[in-house]
């Protein structure tokens, strides 16, 4: 019976470790598609001369 005082701080750790790691995956990306991983570049067209000078 002498362990049983420890039953309820192990029990509240375990419980706020599992809602912790729950809302850490379970946050957004900072990224524009909301998908994870790494933002994807923008191509942006450029002009190109068409007679040489």
């Known amino acids: 019976m002498e362990n049983s005082a420890m039953?309820?701080?192990?029990?509240?750790a375990a419980v706020l470790f599992a809602a912790s790691l729950l809302l850490w995956l379970l946050a957004d990306?900072?990224?524009?598609?909301?998908?994870g991983g790494l933002r994807q570049p923008v191509l942006i067209p450029v002009r190109v001369r068409e007679d040489r000078r």
């Open 7 to 12: 039953a309820e701080p192990i029990t509240l």
């Open 29 to 35: 990306s900072d990224d524009d598609n909301g998908g």
